[in-house]
């Protein structure tokens, strides 16, 4: 089978043809345009221009997919885009370009739900090619799903099964991290920046807070630990050789909630498989210090996380949730098929 995947959530447009081989997936080809240098401009994400660029490129980037992958659209046997959560018109220029290839050609449509796509990035090969042979038999499953509009524990008991464990109850992780970057005048997004910086800091300079991590629930808060750091730029003015410190002490408390919150959920629900997901699942701290902490206290748990260019938005994943849901038979009629800024995961089947 042959899945074309569309994204256009935020701000990076990208279409991936996906072959589904016996048991695996082949990523044929994979078109990301980031919009990132444009948007910094702004110091984040301006709606209106991410809808326009989106046009722009989205049907060359087919092309190149296309081409780099030697099909034609007659060789697609499914159409995956994503229709939420997201920015409502960045989100219509995928689900439109979707819409009008599946009723010209005649090709079934799924709707994928946008944070279902970044926990199956972890279906997709890794760095080496391979695809681990726990994604045979991966349910239960626990998602621990980390982006810049998102930080949610997910429960997987299935193929389009998903329920929300806990989520957080203000900024999203990945939004703390471009926050507190851009308070450090790093610029947007600040998420990759600041984690450079803080590889060469000490993350025990500083002991900012732990926001809710003794809390008896699996629910996240950020918002504290952002005016923490707030408070110490505007009080101390930091000269540039302080900045990795601060960077580091504040990605090690990130890093102690998420992992913190994530051992709770895994002793309180009994799973074959921890998934990590989302734009901050590309931070080496967090894979790291993650995959040891599991190893260490639930050696049964494999811990899976996404191959780095499947960790930010990319359709290459869109097109993977799409596949599970071609498989269901889960397809939308072009006709009905409508962007959701809204989509909650639980809501997704
Ligand atoms: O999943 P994603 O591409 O977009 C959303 O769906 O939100 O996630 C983007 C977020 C941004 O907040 C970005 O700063 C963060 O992921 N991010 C990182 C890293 N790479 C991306 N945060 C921390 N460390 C990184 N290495
Ligand atoms: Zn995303």
Not at 69 to 90: F, H, N, R
Not at 242 to 259: G, K, M, T, Y
Not at 308 to 332: E, H, R, S, V
Request: hydrophobic share 45%; with cysteine.
């Amino acid at each position: 089978m042959i899945i074309l995947g569309i994204e256009s959530s935020c701000d990076e447009t990208s279409i991936a043809i996906l072959e589904r081989k016996a048991d695996h997936f082949l990523v044929r080809s994979h078109f990301v345009a980031s919009q990132v240098k444009t948007h910094a401009k702004f110091g984040g994400v301006v709606p209106e221009v991410a809808a326009r660029m989106h046009l722009e490129v989205i049907i060359p980037g087919l092309d190149a997919a296309l081409h780099e992958a030697k099909i034609t659209l007659e060789d697609i046997d499914v159409i995956a885009v994503t229709a939420g959560p997201g920015l409502m018109s960045a989100l219509m220029v995928g689900v439109e370009v979707g819409r009008t290839l599946a009723w010209t050609l005649k090709k079934p449509l799924v709707g994928v739900n946008h944070l279902a796509g970044h926990l199956y990035a972890n279906w997709l090969p890794d760095a080496e090619g391979n695809t681990p042979s726990i994604l045979k038999a991966p349910f239960p499953a626990l998602g621990l799903l980390v982006s810049g509009g998102h930080t949610e524990l997910v429960l997987m008991r299935g193929y389009g099964k998903f329920q929300l464990l806990g989520e957080t109850r203000d900024d999203a992780a990945g939004e703390a991290f471009d926050k507190v970057a851009k308070l450090m005048g790093l610029g947007y997004p600040g998420g990759p920046v600041l984690s450079t910086l803080a590889s060469t800091g000490n993350p025990k300079a500083y002991s900012w807070p732990r926001p809710m991590l003794k809390s008896a629930n699996l629910e996240f808060s950020f918002a504290g630990l952002k005016t923490a750091v707030r408070y110490h730029l505007e009080k101390h003015h930091p000269k540039k050789k302080d900045l990795p410190d601060i960077a580091a002490s504040f990605e090690q408390a990130v890093v102690d909630v998420l992992i913190g919150k994530t051992l709770r959920a895994l002793q309180e629900h009994k799973v074959n498989t921890l998934l990590l997901a989302g734009g901050v699942a590309a931070n080496g701290r967090l894979r790291a210090e993650l995959s040891a902490a599991v190893a260490r206290r639930f050696p049964a748990v494999t811990f899976l996380k996404p191959n780095l260019p499947y960790c930010t938005d990319n359709a290459a994943m869109i097109a993977a949730a799409g596949y599970f849901q071609a498989k269901q038979k889960k397809y939308t009629d072009w006709k009905l098929l409508k962007a959701d800024p809204n989509w909650s995961l639980s809501k997704t089947t």
